[in-house]
């Protein structure tokens, strides 16, 4: 049996690890530890945090939904630039920040996730999760990271979806906005989607 897929597939998987490696380390920062961040980490989250309130403007700007639900979320976490690159298997990874419902920096997380299938290519895209119970946002740091799809529900918002959501109909514990190439973006989820709380 030749063993050339199997090489092809491990070259494939490493040169998606290698790119989600780059796209998450572009803001210097590491995953939860006890060292204090350096000045180019502080610099760097800086940047994060004014990328994560551009991108947020940007969605407030485009869906009243979202300019609704801010209202009544108990923290907002805002993945500004997600990569998600791929051939036949794929990955996205990318930094982001957890505010406050008054804007209030309460963290910095990272989004990572593998997958595998008829895929080619690469994108970048905006993601916004709304937190809107208190169990939602302390589940975010409980165990080693939140695995989205065990813990609290999460519906992702699309164009459809977004003309019946209002804060009386909104049931769920996490509404995710995808967007940030044109409107919305269809074909993309936050099942699998690994969120890890980065070091204070």
Not at 88 to 105: A, E, I, P, Q, T
Not at 177 to 188: D, H, S
Request: glycine share 12%; net charge neutral; aromatic share 6%.
């Amino acid at each position: 049996m030749s063993t050339r897929p199997l090489r092809i597939a491990a070259l494939l998987s490493a040169l998606v690890s290698a790119l989600l490696v780059a796209a998450c380390s572009t803001t210097g920062m590491s995953t939860t530890s006890a060292t204090p961040p350096t000045a180019n980490e502080t610099n760097s989250r800086a940047q994060l945090e004014r990328d994560a309130r551009a991108a947020l403007n940007q969605l407030y700007a485009s869906s009243p939904r979202a300019r609704e639900l801010r209202t009544h979320a108990t923290a907002i976490l805002i993945f500004p630039g997600i990569l998600k690159a791929g051939l036949l298997v794929g990955g996205s990874g990318g930094n982001g920040v957890l505010f406050s419902h008054d804007g209030r920096v309460l963290g910095y997380y990272n989004a990572s996730s593998v997958s595998y299938g008829l895929q080619a290519g690469a994108q970048q895209y905006s993601e916004a999760m709304f937190l809107m119970t208190h169990e939602a946002t302390r589940y975010l740091d409980s165990s080693d990271g939140w695995s989205v799809g065990a813990g609290p529900s999460v519906v992702v918002a699309d164009s459809g979806m977004g003309t019946d959501l209002s804060t009386t109909t909104a049931r769920s514990d996490v509404y995710a906005f995808i967007y940030g190439q044109e409107g919305l973006m269809a074909g993309l989820g936050v099942q699998g989607q690994k969120i890890t709380r980065l070091s204070n």
